[in-house]
């Protein structure tokens, strides 16, 4: 059974840094493309960042230059490094699963087999 858990959430102010976890059990996060997703209030979910088994990495354009994701292999976890935070950024983060070695678009969130359940990042201008 695959489970995605998230952590690392929490508030800070615009311009401030927060560093997301997603810890796999059942699923080895180096073989397939994992992702980062969002939810704000009353918005649809969007894609933030990905990266496909061979460390290729997208990201949205709106993140593009202050989020970074990468991976530990030994951990068997995934991270979204958040920088120069601002109050747009303010959504819940979910951390998704692919059995698919390469990432479809962002756009494409029906590509993912597994999601976790969540970190809520609020920023405050």
């Known amino acids: 059974q695959v489970q995605l858990v998230e952590s690392g959430g929490g508030s800070v102010q615009a311009g401030g840094s927060l560093r997301l976890s997603c810890a796999a059990a059942?699923?080895?996060?180096?073989?397939?493309?994992m992702a980062w997703f969002r939810q704000a209030p009353g918005k649809e979910r969007e894609g933030v960042a990905n990266?496909?088994?061979?460390?290729?990495?997208t990201y949205a354009g709106s993140v593009k230059g202050r989020f970074t994701i990468s991976h530990d292999n030994a951990k068997n976890t995934l991270y979204l490094q958040m920088t120069s935070l601002k109050s747009e950024d303010t959504a819940v983060y979910y951390c998704?699963?692919?059995?698919?070695?390469?990432?479809?678009?962002?756009?494409?969130?029906?590509?993912?087999?597994?999601w976790g359940q969540g970190t809520q990042v609020t920023v405050s201008s």
């Open positions: 990266r496909d088994r061979d460390g290729i990495t």
């Open positions: 998704a699963a692919s059995t698919a070695r390469w990432c479809a678009p962002l756009s494409v969130s029906n590509s993912y087999n597994y």
């Open positions: 059942g699923y080895t996060t180096r073989d397939d493309c």
